[in-house]
């Protein structure tokens, strides 16, 4: 079935399978950097924006994303350069299989709270697991990133 929606600011015309997940089809679009953790939605690591708004592609319909605006990291390069030099100034890049997702997280929340507090952030990145950096020095990048003090 025919599905359209804008992937990265720009239109396009999908012919989705009923069952076929957004993660799949992005993927399948050379969005690579869309990763496939638990496949359960647990981790986070699959985090796409949707309408500005963080979401798992592992549990989206790829029909349901009709007439919507996706966003993957290969839509907004210029902040993720800003991202990965903030992790790695706080060595917050260990091997880097959450990062994709936790950076389309914490470019969403940058534009939905000003001045979060540190439970609002907490709060916000709960879902993107990350097992390598036991999240102090992430959460230090994160701080940086929003203009919030540490
Ligand atoms: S792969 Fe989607 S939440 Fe883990
Ligand atoms: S840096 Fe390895 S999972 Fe987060």
């Known amino acids: 079935m025919m599905v359209s ?3 990265n600011g720009k239109k396009i015309y999908y012919d989705a399978k009923p069952d076929e ?3 799949d089809t992005l993927r399948g679009e050379e969005m ?3 990763r496939r953790g638990c496949d359960t939605s647990s981790c986070g690591v699959c985090t796409v924006l949707v309408d500005d708004k963080p979401m798992l592609s592992c549990s989206l319909l790829t029909l349901s994303m009709e007439g919507k605006h996706v966003t993957t990291v290969e839509g907004i390069q210029d902040e993720i350069e800003v991202i990965a030099d903030l992790f790695g100034h706080e060595g917050a890049d ?3 299989f959450c990062n994709s997702g ?3 997280t914490i470019y969403a929340l940058k534009k939905e709270l000003k001045n979060p507090t540190d439970d ?3 709060h916000y990145i709960i ?3 990350c097992r390598c950096s036991g999240y102090q020095a992430q959460f230090k990048a994160i701080k940086d990133y929003l203009g919030v003090k540490k």
Do not use: R
């Open 5 to 7: 929606f804008h992937l």
């Open 21 to 23: 997940y957004l993660l």
């Open 32 to 34: 690579i950097s869309v």
């Open 94 to 96: 260990q091997c880097g």
């Open 102 to 104: 936790i950076a389309l």
């Open 120 to 122: 609002e952030i907490k």
């Open 127 to 129: 879902g993107n697991l």
